[in-house]
């Protein structure tokens, strides 16, 4: 079959360590089920995958992939929940130490087939594009947890979103607008900032400005870059949810003192539970919110799509059909 698959990795040239090429089919195991891809989406996990970032070299060649959906051997139409619990583990597969993401242990979803834990098929609803379907399990997922589980906000509460074209951010955008929250953006480009007021961000800023006021949270996937000015931006007692560190996760300060005389709370946040990506699908569905998609190719067109995220111009999700 067709995939995109890490053959090695490297730090410094990651679209260099992937080949879009035939892998063999997946086999079959107890407990798990063969899913036929209509769709797939590229998320920055993809990337850190080819620089090395939780990939070793004994686990290469290695199908890349979170994010996926289509046809189970029964013939439902279903989305790919992408984090796969240890055996035997019950409760919130977030919290199990020896849980992974489809890619890290096992072949991920940039494939014409992925095999799955059965645990792990969420219902498409009908209504659903594969394209929308296949944006959700990772960025959306994770941004949904941001907000709607850990930020401690309700509909009026002011959220900063540090980066505008992510498909984190652009998906905290959508789902904070249409639950009611104050969505502000803060980016490095104009371009993305008034493409992120047309997408549902009440208010933009450039990198490092000063706001009007402090807000009640602030979402941060960007990391040193930004530290200082997510730390600044929040009122006291407010919360900062962080799920990522593009820019690198050594800021110059680590603002311990602000932080503790303000008294913020500093959470962290990886993914969703599948019941969680129930409910998202649920809500993007009954909300009609189109994920922002940067744009769609046919899976052999990977490499074109890794570049295109690698580079940092991204606006929403890379997305590929398959078959
Ligand atoms: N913990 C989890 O479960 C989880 C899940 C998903 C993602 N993540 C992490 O979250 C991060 C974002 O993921 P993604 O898929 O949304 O990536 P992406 O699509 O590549 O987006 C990158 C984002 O980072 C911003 N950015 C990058 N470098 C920056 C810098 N130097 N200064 C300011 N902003 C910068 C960009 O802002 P502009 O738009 O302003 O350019 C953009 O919004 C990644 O590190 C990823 O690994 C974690």
């Known amino acids: 079959m067709l995939a995109a698959y890490a053959a090695r990795t490297d730090p410094d040239d990651p679209v260099g360590a992937l080949e879009v090429a035939e892998r063999p089919e997946p086999g079959s195991r107890a407990g798990w089920t063969t899913v036929t891809l209509k769709a797939a989406s590229l998320n920055h996990h993809d990337l850190w995958s080819l620089r090395g970032v939780g990939l070793p070299a004994d686990r290469l060649p290695m199908v890349l992939g979170c994010d996926g959906a289509g046809v189970d051997e029964d013939g439902h139409e279903i989305i790919v929940h992408s984090v796969v619990a240890s055996d035997g583990w019950s409760g919130d597969e977030t919290l199990d130490p020896a849980r992974s993401l489809l890619s890290e242990l096992h072949d991920g979803t940039l494939a014409e087939r992925v095999s799955v834990p059965r645990a792990n098929l969420v219902p498409k609803p009908q209504a659903m594009s594969w394209e929308t379907a296949a944006c959700l399990p990772t960025a959306w997922l994770t941004a949904y947890r941001m907000l709607f589980t850990n930020a401690d906000v309700a509909p009026g509460s002011t959220v900063l979103v540090q980066g505008a074209g992510g498909g984190v951010a652009t998906a905290l955008v959508q789902l904070g607008s249409a639950a009611g929250l104050r969505m502000w953006v803060v980016t490095r480009d104009e371009t993305k900032a008034d493409r992120a007021a047309e997408i549902g961000a009440d208010r933009t800023f450039p990198s490092g400005a000063r706001l009007p006021e402090r807000v009640d949270a ?50 962290g946040s990886t993914m969703g539970t599948r019941e969680e990506l129930g409910r998202l699908a649920r809500f993007v569905t009954d909300r009609q919110i189109q994920p922002v998609v940067d744009s769609v190719r046919p899976l052999a067109q990977a490499r074109e799509g890794f570049a295109r995220m690698a580079g940092g111009d991204v606006f929403g999700k890379v997305v590929f059909t398959v078959g």
């Open 218 to 267: 602030v979402m941060e996937s960007v990391g040193a870059a930004t530290w200082s000015h997510s730390v600044n931006s929040l009122n006291p007692g407010g919360t900062i949810v962080i799920c990522g560190a593009t820019s690198g996760d050594a800021p110059v300060k680590a603002e311990l003192t602000k932080i503790f005389f303000r008294q913020l709370r500093v959470v």
